[in-house]
């Protein structure tokens, strides 16, 4: 395989998901909440499974209802058996008696040593949830990529389904590296945390290692470690200075893909495969980790679960002018006021601060060098 040097977002994206392989397995319905449907789901059962009441009441013939009123109740007897002006007490939800078709509110009825007075006429069907009215046989209830809420979780379980096939959460493994981790006690690595929240909020199952010091056979072993994950990632040491150790790795171990990207914070962000499992090379400063990971790790999660991508995005009025490097996509920081995006920073990929104090961030694409002040711009909410 070609390795590209400094690709475009989308030429990145695009060779990524040529390397990426979804796979399927069996879930329990507790399990499959934001999952992606592998299957199609056809019911082999009625919901409700007979004619139900609706309400608490009185199950009756509505024909021997009619002309019922507050003025004129309808007399009947109070019987377990429904038949010729008979009246069966039901609950909610119970099966309707073979004979009665409707229900009387109990509220609309008065009882009496073993009679009942009827107010209200009723007509057929009358307060009662037939057979197959929320779910037929043979019915489609879910196609193939479908995204399962709880309410679907529950209709499941209402069909006597137990388990599902669905497109795996992947599994995520974080190695952060930087020998001044390790040496100074004052340095806290927070990026394998941050990842670690965001990957675990996008669906998949991350799992943090010790952090790596800059050694090559240490972060070769801990590769070697993670093959058992779904995805790889490696936070630091992608840029080509002496300590940025992953690239000659993945050229021992792996095989390497692409080596930059055309992206301000975001630039030394890397990827390849180790024994089919996609690696990430993540930049070690904050801002440029998070940004990549917004771009490329949820991209891959999502793909990998077979699901959409929804961002919460709003239009608003740029109070400032912004610049960027032509040919590279530009994350700008804004703060949201009153459909007003005031820019905080473009550049700055260590200023962890400065996405605190932001709502989201604007994208200025790779063919423009900047967006002058009171254009409309779309913000991305970073949550």
């Given at each position: 395989m070609e390795i590209?040097?400094?690709v ?6 695009k ?24 299957e ?7 919901i409700?499974?007979f ?6 009441g ?5 024909s021997d209802?009619y002309g019922?009123s507050h003025n004129?109740?309808?007399?009947m007897?109070?019987?377990e058996?429904?038949g010729?002006?008979k009246a069966?007490?039901?609950n909610t939800g119970?099966?309707?008696?073979d004979?009665a078709d409707a229900v ?8 009496m040593?073993?009679?009942v ?13 037939r057979?197959?009215?929320d779910?037929?046989?043979g ?5 193939i990529?479908?995204v ?8 499941l ?5 137990e388990?599902?096939s669905?497109?795996?959460?992947p599994?995520?493994a974080i190695?952060?590296?930087?020998e ?12 394998s945390l941050m990842?670690?929240i965001?990957a675990?909020k996008w669906?998949?199952?991350?799992e ?6 800059d050694?090559k056979?240490e972060?070769?072993?801990a590769i070697?470690h993670?093959?058992e994950?779904d995805?790889?990632t490696v936070i630091g ?6 300590r940025?150790l992953?690239?000659?790795v ?10 930059g ?17 996609p690696?990430?090379g993540l ?6 980790c998070?940004m990549?990971?917004?771009t490329f790790l949820k991209?891959i ?5 077979n699901?959409?991508?929804e961002?919460r ?7 400032t002018?912004v610049?960027?490097k ?6 700008t920081?804004?703060?949201?006021r009153?459909?007003?995006a005031i ?5 700055g ?5 400065s996405?605190?104090k ?15 002040r009171?254009e409309i711009?779309?913000?991305r909410?970073?949550?």
């Amino acid at each position: 395989m070609e390795i590209k040097e400094t690709v475009k977002v989308e030429e990145a994206l695009k060779l990524i998901f040529e390397n990426l392989n979804p796979s399927i397995q069996k879930v329990r319905l507790e399990d499959a909440v934001g999952c992606t449907l592998a299957e199609e789901i056809i019911s082999d059962v009625n919901i409700p499974p007979f004619d139900r009441s609706a309400m608490d009441g009185f199950a009756v013939r509505a024909s021997d209802t009619y002309g019922a009123s507050h003025n004129s109740p309808v007399l009947m007897e109070i019987s377990e058996i429904a038949g010729e002006m008979k009246a069966v007490p039901v609950n909610t939800g119970e099966k309707l008696p073979d004979g009665a078709d409707a229900v009387v509110l109990v509220e609309d009825t008065v009882q009496m040593n073993g009679k009942v007075e009827i107010y209200s006429e009723v007509h057929p069907g009358k307060n009662v949830a037939r057979r197959g009215e929320d779910v037929e046989i043979g019915e489609t209830i879910f196609e193939i990529s479908h995204v399962l809420r709880a309410p679907d979780i529950a209709l499941l379980k209402a069909l006597g389904i137990e388990e599902v096939s669905v497109f795996k959460r992947p599994r995520v493994a974080i190695i952060p590296t930087g020998e001044e981790f390790k040496k100074d006690s004052e340095i806290r690595e927070t990026n394998s945390l941050m990842l670690s929240i965001l990957a675990r909020k996008w669906g998949g199952i991350p799992e943090i290692y010790p952090v790596v010091g800059d050694d090559k056979k240490e972060l070769k072993e801990a590769i070697l470690h993670a093959r058992e994950f779904d995805i790889i990632t490696v936070i630091g040491g992608t840029s080509a200075g002496r300590r940025d150790l992953l690239w000659n790795v993945l050229e021992e171990i792996g095989t390497p893909v692409f080596r930059g990207v055309a992206m301000s914070p975001g630039r030394p962000t890397l990827f390849g495969v180790v024994e089919g499992k996609p690696l990430l090379g993540l930049p070690g400063y904050p801002v440029a980790c998070l940004m990549a990971s917004i771009t490329f790790l949820k991209e891959i999660i999502f793909k990998l679960m077979n699901k959409p991508i929804e961002e919460r995005i709003v239009k608003a009025r740029l109070l400032t002018s912004v610049t960027s490097k032509a040919g590279y996509r530009t994350f700008t920081r804004v703060k949201l006021r009153h459909s007003t995006a005031i820019p905080l920073m473009t550049h700055g990929s260590g200023i962890l601060s400065s996405v605190t104090k932001a709502d989201g961030y604007i994208i200025v694409p790779e063919e423009l060098e900047g967006i002058e002040r009171d254009e409309i711009v779309e913000v991305r909410f970073f949550e």
